[in-house]
């Protein structure tokens, strides 16, 4: 079986955002003296907006909305200064794919605008060929929803594509959705349930591009 398409989730995989809306949530957190403000977020990897405003009520009741919105303004503020963090490897693979006229597609659960905003500001719109946004749908990572959007705008039946993720909901949902998911750990590390649905689990994309390389390799 060769490489017909690939899927990538974009926070923790594409850009270092995770981390750096952990720092932006840190900081809040001291300002309003929040008690166990990582692992609220946390809970939060992985899923859509919906599901996120979710978590947070249930932690901070009506305020979060205005932690949030502190939390905001820090993470575009450092955005505009600085453009958002490309991951090791990501310019790389993607540059591989397409050079190996690999289909690739995106499926984040964050807004599609956001998405395509983020990638264009980044110089990595023009490497996908479709975007799945987590506001086209109803139901958030880990359920197959997105995946299977995904796989379909690119005609592509799900169990020949590869899905790059870093987050466990994220891996439970290309799993449930028929797919190859490739885990590449960012905030969370791989479990024994990640390592049971992963075709491979990674430490990097440059790991990710070595891996296709190698298949490619071996059936030329």
Known sequence: MGIDAVIFDMDGIIFDSERLILDCWGKVGEKHQLVGVREVLIKCIGTNKVKTD?????HYGKLYEKYAQEA??????????NGLPVKKGARELLQFLKDEKVPVGMASSTR?????????????????QSITGGDQLERSKPEPDIYLMACEKMGIEPQYIYAIEDS???????YR??????????????????RKMNVEVFGDLLQVKAYFQ????LEA
Do not use: C, W
């Not at 979710?54 to 249930?58: F, G, N």
């Not at 599609?112 to 719109?125: D, N, T």
């Not at 190698?214 to 390799?217: E, P, Q, S, W």
């Open 54 to 58: 979710e978590i947070l009520y249930q």
């Open 72 to 81: 905001s303004q820090i993470f575009h503020a450092y955005v505009d200064e």
């Open 112 to 128: 599609k605008a956001a998405v395509e905003a983020e990638l264009k500001q980044a110089g990595l719109y023009d490497y996908f």
């Open 168 to 174: 466990h909901n994220g891996i439970r949902a290309a």
């Open 177 to 194: 959705a028929g797919m190859m998911p490739i885990m590449v750990p960012d905030i969370l590390p791989a479990t024994e349930e990640m």
């Open 214 to 217: 190698r298949k490619m390799a």
